[in-house]
């Protein structure tokens, strides 16, 4: 699990990062043991930022290289959109998605629903893994997508 939802390289970031590889998720480990993983690596990405950054927020780097329709379990993307939602408001400044599959576009328009309308303004979506993350945290209000 540890090498699919990992504390990333937040260095020249200006909160703490998490890096997601997507091509290493596995629809056969168990829900709970990912969700307690994610849970716990949030966690460590929310304590980085409040000490290194005195900031009380987030970036998720999200690479989808390689991502498949047998990588996904859209049940489980749902409801942890749901959890990280409710137990995380407010505290995501950014989600650099890059390179996401054909399926994304499905997988995305069912989720996107679910979330607040000013979470989903902070998801920039590329074909490539070209970001600049080191926005300053203190321009959070001006923030756009950047296609």
Not at 20 to 49: P, R, W
Not at 92 to 112: D, E, G, H, M
Not at 123 to 144: A, F, G, L, M
Request: net charge positive; with cysteine.
């Amino acid at each position: 699990m540890e090498n699919f939802f990992i504390l990333g390289n937040h260095k020249g970031n200006n909160c703490g990062t998490i890096e997601i590889i997507g091509n290493k998720f596995d629809k056969t480990i168990d829900n709970n043991l990912i969700l307690s993983h994610i849970i716990n690596v949030f966690n460590n990405a929310i304590l980085i930022s409040e000490t290194q950054f005195n900031c009380q927020q987030i970036i998720i780097k999200a690479d989808l290289t390689g991502v498949s329709f047998n990588h996904i379990d859209t049940d489980f993307i749902k409801t942890l959109t749901i959890i990280l939602q409710n137990r995380y408001p407010d505290r995501l400044y950014k989600c650099y998605i890059s390179n996401p599959p054909i399926i994304f576009t499905s997988v995305w328009n069912l989720i996107k629903k679910l979330i607040h309308k000013n979470t989903r303004d902070k998801v920039v979506i590329r074909t490539s893994n070209k970001y600049d993350t080191k926005e300053c945290i203190t321009n959070i209000s001006h923030t756009s997508i950047v296609n």
